[in-house]
């Protein structure tokens, strides 16, 4: 039986590639556990191993096959374990920043083409959340589309919508429920053909619900089969990377459920950053090209990750948006992603574009 990558999200950029290295095979990466994965590739799904070659180039745990990653296999002769020997460059990523003293990101899911940032129009509404959830979507290069869930629970959506029209300025909302359908079908316009989506938000605002009715009756994705993940026991076939039978690709890693936004205060988590921090020359050191920068300096002798001062200014930003006013937030979200209004309206005619096609 030959599997048909299109309905795995392939695209026609890959397939070229895929055309011009003929000695290898195109596979996607549809599970990821401690040291074995699972691809899928024109002859079906296959458990896969990293090559010997590849670990050993791989030097940060970002560089590691993630789930959604397109990957070069080869595969034994006896057909039974796949070698990833190359993992191809991401058009998006979804990583979570470290938090342990030396440790880059993780990576929770690649080449996700739309997120959906999830939120219910009752209890669990916050307009700050969706903002920070919406930094995380696009730093992670996917285009994020804002779904509130539970629209049967809310008797004012058009309020809540006019309390968010700030914070989602060129991006899509979706009011939906789950329970009554309403707005369902236009969250399936999304995810059709070679796309691949996602779905954060906090627990219980109905992401299960929403993907079960993505995938049909057929397929559920029960909480059992959640809890083992959680053990990280695996012993069960549990499949992150899932194709909808009515066209497109649904990624839900278990990492993709522990996805929180943070907020409040960084000194905790970047507690060798601060500490360095009180050391720099400058009290307002923004430890970037300051003279006498301790945080520099460290970087420079190798004692601390660049990765992890990065992870640290992104999350700094965020929490600064909670003190601006909306207008504010909304010129200064606007500078840092697209560096104009023009930019970003270019960039936003471009994802138009990208949407129709
Ligand atoms: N009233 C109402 N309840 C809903 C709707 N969608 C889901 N629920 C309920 O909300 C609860 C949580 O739904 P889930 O789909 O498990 O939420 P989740 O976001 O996947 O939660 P986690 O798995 O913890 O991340 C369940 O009891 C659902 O029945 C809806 O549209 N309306
Ligand atoms: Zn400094």
């Not at 596979?27 to 590739?41: F, K, L, N």
């Not at 959340?129 to 804002?146: C, F, I, K, Q």
């Not at 970037?288 to 990750?305: H, S």
């Not at 990765?307 to 909306?326: C, G, I, P, T, V």
Request: charged content about 25%.
């Amino acid at each position: 039986m030959k599997i048909d990558l299109n309905q795995y999200g392939l695209t026609d950029q890959l397939k070229r590639f895929a055309a011009g290295v003929p000695d290898f095979t195109l596979a996607r990466v549809t599970e990821q556990h401690r040291e074995t994965y699972q691809v899928i590739s024109v002859t079906g799904f296959l458990p896969a191993e990293i090559a010997g070659k590849l670990r050993h180039d791989l030097t940060v745990t970002t560089d590691f096959p993630a789930v959604g990653d397109w990957v070069l296999i080869t595969v034994a002769p006896d057909h039974q374990l796949a070698l990833i020997q190359q993992v191809l460059p991401r058009q998006s990523v979804l990583e979570r920043a470290a938090v342990s003293k030396t440790g880059a990101g993780q990576i929770i899911a690649a080449n996700v083409d739309t997120i959906f940032i999830c939120m219910s129009l009752n209890a669990n509404f916050n307009v700050h959340r969706v903002e920070r959830y919406l930094t995380m979507a696009w730093d992670s290069g996917a285009v994020p589309v804002v779904v509130l869930t539970k629209a049967d629970l809310c008797t004012d959506v058009p309020a809540k919508l006019e309390a968010l029209a700030d914070v989602t300025l060129g991006v899509d909302v979706v009011a939906c429920s789950a329970r009554t359908g309403a707005g369902v079908a236009s969250l399936k316009t999304y995810v059709t053909g070679n796309r691949t989506v996602s779905f954060i938000g906090s627990s219980g605002v109905g992401k299960s619900t929403l993907i079960n009715d993505l995938l049909g009756s057929d397929v559920l994705i029960t909480k059992e089969i959640r809890a083992d993940d959680d053990k990280g026991r695996h012993t069960t076939t549990s499949r992150e990377l899932l194709r909808l039978p009515t066209g497109g690709v649904v990624i839900d890693t278990p990492g993709m459920r522990e996805l929180q936004v943070q907020g409040g205060d960084l000194t905790k988590a970047f507690a060798d950053i601060t500490t360095l921090a009180s050391q720099c020359k400058f009290r307002n050191c923004t430890h970037q090209t300051e003279p006498g920068c301790a945080v520099q300096a460290a970087i420079a002798m190798g004692k601390l990750d660049t990765r992890r001062l990065e992870s640290y200014r992104k999350l700094q930003l965020e929490l600064s948006y909670s003190d601006m006013s909306a207008r504010e937030r909304e010129n200064a979200k606007i500078q840092r992603f697209f560096g104009s209004k023009k930019e970003m309206k270019r960039t936003m005619d471009h994802v138009q574009k990208i949407r129709r096609r």
